[in-house]
C-alpha cells in the first residue's frame, strides 16, 4: 500500500506560469510532512516540513501548505532555476525517525 | 563544516565483488540512515541508526550489512554485490524540525 504519492510526475512549465504540485499520504498519526529538492546529481536538499492541517510555510518562490490528506507545493511565477526533482516524505507515529518517500515530480520551466 | 560526506562518489563492481560505502558527518547527529534511489521506485530506506552501537533495518535491507562505532561514521557494506544493487546510494542524517540533511551519493553500478 502506497503511503505517499506524488502528482503528476513530471510537470513542464513556462517562465511565470504558476503551478501546484501535489503529495498525498495515507498514514496515520502524521508527525511531519517534509518537501525537498533534489538537482540532478546531487542529494535532495530540505526546503519544508509541515506538522498540522492548515500550516503554510514559503520561502521565495514557493510556498507548502498542509490538509489532513494531502500538501501541495505551489510555485509561484517560477524561474528556469527552479528546474529540479521536488520529493515529499511523511514522518508519522509509529515511524519513529524514518521518512518515508514519494516518487517526486520532474519540474522543467523553460525561459 | 562538510555536513554529510559520501565515498566514492562513482564505482563500478563486478558481480560477487564486495565493498563499503563510507558516510561521515561532522555535525553530531544522533540519526543517521542509508537509502537507495531507483528510477520510478524513489528513495527507499535501506539500514538506519539512532545512535553508535544501534542499528535497525529498513524496508530494503537484503544483501546491505551496517555497523554504528562512532557518532561519525555509518558504512554500508555489500557483500556479495548484484546487479540488482545498481542504483544511487545516498547517506542522511537527522536533525530535528530541520529534516534530513544528505550526502551528495554514490553511484554505483554493477556488471
Known amino acids: 500500500e502506497d503511503q505517499v504519492t506524488q502528482s503528476p510526475e513530471a510537470l513542464r512549465l513556462q517562465e511565470g506560469e504558476s503551478s501546484s504540485l501535489n503529495c498525498s499520504y495515507t498514514?496515520?498519526?502524521?508527525?511531519?510532512l517534509f518537501w525537498y529538492r533534489q538537482d540532478p546529481g546531487k542529494g535532495p536538499e530540505f526546503l519544508f516540513t509541515?506538522?498540522?492541517a492548515g500550516e503554510e510555510k514559503e520561502k521565495e518562490r514557493l510556498k507548502a501548505t498542509l490538509t489532513k490528506k494531502e500538501s501541495f507545493l505551489h510555485i509561484t511565477a517560477p524561474k528556469p532555476e527552479d528546474s529540479a526533482t521536488y520529493l515529499c516524505a511523511v514522518r508519522w507515529e509509529t515511524s519513529g525517525s524514518r521518512l518515508t518517500f514519494g516518487e517526486g515530480t520532474q519540474l522543467t520551466v523553460n525561459p | 563544516n562538510a555536513g554529510v560526506t559520501q565515498t566514492p562518489k562513482f564505482q563500478v563492481l563486478k558481480t560477487g565483488q564486495s565493498m563499503t560505502l563510507q558516510c561521515a558527518q561532522d555535525?553530531?547527529?544522533?540519526?543517521m540512515s542509508w537509502y537507495r534511489q531507483d528510477p520510478g521506485m524513489g528513495l527507499r530506506l535501506i539500514h538506519y541508526?539512532?545512535?553508535?552501537?544501534?542499528?535497525d533495518q529498513g524496508e530494503v535491507p537484503n544483501g546491505y550489512n551496517v555497523s554504528r562505532s562512532t557518532t561519525e561514521d555509518f558504512p554500508l557494506r555489500l557483500l556479495s554485490a548484484a546487479p540488482s544493487q545498481t542504483s544511487v546510494y545516498f547517506c542522511?542524517?537527522?536533525?530535528?524540525?530541520?529534516?534530513?540533511?544528505f550526502g551528495s551519493g554514490t553511484r554505483l553500478t554493477v556488471v
Open positions: 555535525m553530531n547527529h544522533e540519526y
Open positions: 542522511a542524517t537527522r536533525r530535528e524540525i530541520y529534516g534530513y540533511t
Open positions: 498514514v496515520s498519526g502524521l508527525r511531519g
Open positions: 509541515l506538522y498540522s
Open positions: 541508526s539512532v545512535g553508535a552501537g544501534i542499528t
